[in-house]
């Protein structure tokens, strides 16, 4: 029987991509962080309170409406600033419908993550509406239910799914996102892929990139990222322009497509592009955010004692750092024989256990 599935996002980006029969999108209105961690509205001109409650009220309506048998919150137990605990408190009156939460394999410090949850009260929600915890990761490289002190009972709830295996979504790629990257006439190989996630802040990587020394036979594509301040993308510009070897790319509708065929790759430490570099098991030099959270930081360090790419802090990162590790001999990596990267299967196997559960044929 077909299944459906909704997605509720805060990212208007993710609804460029083309979304196969069955599959949709409600977009909220968009939150953003402060370099303090606090959240704030991206675009409206709207307060904290006002932004929450309108977020708040169209999730449970939608859930309402739609009465999925399966929720799945990602990353925040209760929501950004608890906008979640209307739809929480409707699901927990539905008893056909599961809840699971979503975990990546790191959150933070042991301490700060004990904090934060315990201000927001994160165990009390999981206690009372969650079935089921996954966690996107693998214990080899950090495992966070001894990590992070839970109690027994969310601890019971946990189960590692292992990294989710991003070559996959190269077999979903469709003409329009292989007409985009075929128009940007890059090089089909022997190029270093930079990436900065959404380039908000990846200003210090993007020019250290841009002006660092290629090895010979090399080119450089930096992927900018849709979010990367004005005044920045003109520098970048400025430095390439002078660069016949170099190119840049504002926004890829499916990036893997170049990590696929880079030689090597210079990062931030997004879960995402982890799992990017990861999964097509390429050299890799990752240069993480440190704040407001240390999560990408703890993912590189880890990732590097397993000898599956190397790190640099941001507070270190130069050109001539970077240069430096681009002219070093590269040594094979074989990530996916080292850690679990089979996510995408075990939810498949998640999904149909807890459905079952509920006796719903079309699961079973």
Not at 211 to 222: E, F, H, I, Q
Not at 298 to 314: F, M, N, S, V, W
Request: with cysteine.
């Amino acid at each position: 029987m077909p299944i459906d599935i909704l997605l509720i996002s805060g990212m208007k980006e993710a609804t460029r991509e083309a979304l196969p029969r069955g599959v949709d999108y409600i977009t909220l209105p968009a939150l953003q962080k402060n370099e303090q961690g606090q959240y704030g509205a991206r675009s409206l001109g709207l307060s904290l309170t006002s932004i929450i409650q309108l977020r708040s009220q169209i999730i449970r309506a939608a859930i309402i409406e739609y009465q999925p048998d399966l929720l799945i919150v990602d990353n925040v137990p209760r929501g950004a600033v608890r906008e979640l605990d209307a739809t929480l408190d409707y699901v927990k009156t539905q008893t056909h419908i599961r809840c699971v939460l979503g975990l990546r394999d790191i959150l933070d410090t042991p301490d700060v993550v004990q904090r934060d949850w315990q201000r927001a009260e994160n165990e009390a929600a999981i206690r009372r509406y969650y079935d089921a915890i996954w966690i996107y990761g693998d214990p080899k490289v950090y495992d966070l239910t001894q990590q992070y002190h839970f109690a027994v009972d969310t601890r019971a709830k946990m189960k590692s799914l292992g990294y989710l295996d991003q070559r996959q979504r190269l077999r979903h790629m469709g003409a329009s996102q292989l007409k985009q990257v075929q128009s940007l006439n890059l090089p089909d190989k022997d190029f270093v892929l930079g990436v900065v996630g959404g380039g908000q802040d990846g200003a210090d990587l993007a020019i250290a990139f841009a002006k660092a020394s290629l090895p010979k036979g090399l080119s450089g594509v930096l992927i900018t990222g849709p979010f990367m301040p004005l005044e920045v993308k003109k520098r970048v510009q400025a430095i390439a322009e002078k660069r016949p070897n170099f190119y840049l790319v504002d926004y890829l509708e499916e990036p893997t497509y170049l990590m696929k065929r880079a030689s090597r790759v210079v990062a931030m430490g997004g879960y995402n592009t982890t799992c990017e570099i990861l999964s097509f098991q390429k050299k890799a030099l990752i240069v993480p955010r440190v704040t407001p959270r240390q999560e990408q930081w703890i993912r590189a360090e880890q990732l590097q004692k397993l000898g599956l790419l190397d790190t640099l802090h941001p507070s270190k990162i130069s050109p001539k750092k970077l240069s430096s590790w681009l002219k070093q001999p590269m040594k094979g990596v074989k990530s996916r024989q080292v850690i679990q990267m089979n996510a995408a299967q075990n939810i498949v196997n998640e999904v149909q256990r807890l459905l079952c559960d509920v006796s719903l044929p079309k699961a079973c």
